[in-house]
């Protein structure tokens, strides 16, 4: 895990993972757990339009496209989010400094957060210096690992992810990318204001077993975990 790693990384990603993951077997009767209820298209109705209700223009928010082949599983940006060490949540983000209101010729807004806030995947950088000092950041990152295909497996609930666990899943040879529904999910931990350290990890042991026993070469779970991109 040191200067000397070789190919395939274990690259640490921190993550309510990746903004688009296409998944196997979806279904669009899936509610979303995203965004607040009342916002953009009814479940499962899958249009995207601009729906409007008594005449106020609400935008679309969908988890859902393609007919259910692709799954946005980013979580939508709150002021009351947790943000990495905070107690009081990620605060104001957004802002807007040129309004069409306010006589300027278009909307332009203006965002400010940590890039380890909310859905997001990590460089290699963020925890080997050297990769950092190389510049190695999210850009070398290989977009045809981080989209595709992927199987959603739910970790027993009073453990973190160690070897033991990941053999007791049977994942099967050929599967390339792994979500883990761990219970970091059924606490919340996204709809939380405070960081809760306590949340289940992604084990050093789990990682070495997985580089040598598997074809995974994605893996991703609620809410601050680690990835392995091979």
């Not at 953009?40 to 109705?45: A, F, L, N």
């Not at 390339?176 to 931990?189: E, G, I, K, S, Y």
């Amino acid at each position: 895990m040191g200067s000397g790693m070789k190919t395939p990384l274990i690259l640490l990603l921190c993550l309510e993972i990746l903004a688009f993951a296409v998944l196997s077997m979806a279904s669009t009767s899936i509610t979303n757990d995203a965004y607040p209820a009342g916002f953009g298209d009814e479940p499962g109705s899958g249009s995207g339009s601009c729906a409007s209700r008594e005449d106020v223009l609400v935008p679309p928010r969908r988890e859902l496209y393609d007919e259910g082949r692709i799954f946005d599983i980013s979580h939508k940006y709150r002021p009351d989010m947790p943000s990495w060490g905070s107690t009081e949540g990620l605060g104001q983000f957004l802002w807007l400094p040129a309004s069409m209101k306010n006589g300027s010729l278009a909307n332009n807004s203006e965002m400010k957060l940590p890039t380890h806030t909310g859905t997001h995947v990590d460089s290699p950088g963020h925890v080997f210096d050297h990769y950092f000092d190389a510049g190695f950041d999210v850009d070398t990152l290989d977009l045809a690992v981080l989209n595709g295909p992927a199987l959603l497996v739910d970790v027993p609930r009073d453990k973190n992810i160690t070897a033991d666990v990941m053999k007791g899943l049977n994942i099967p040879r050929g599967v390339r990318r792994v979500l883990f529904r761990t219970l970091n999910t059924d606490r919340r931990l996204m709809w939380k204001k405070e960081f809760d350290t306590s949340y289940v990890g992604f084990m050093k042991d789990a990682a070495k077993w997985l580089v040598e026993n598997t074809d995974i070469k994605l893996v991703g779970n609620h809410s601050c975990r680690r990835l392995k991109v091979g």
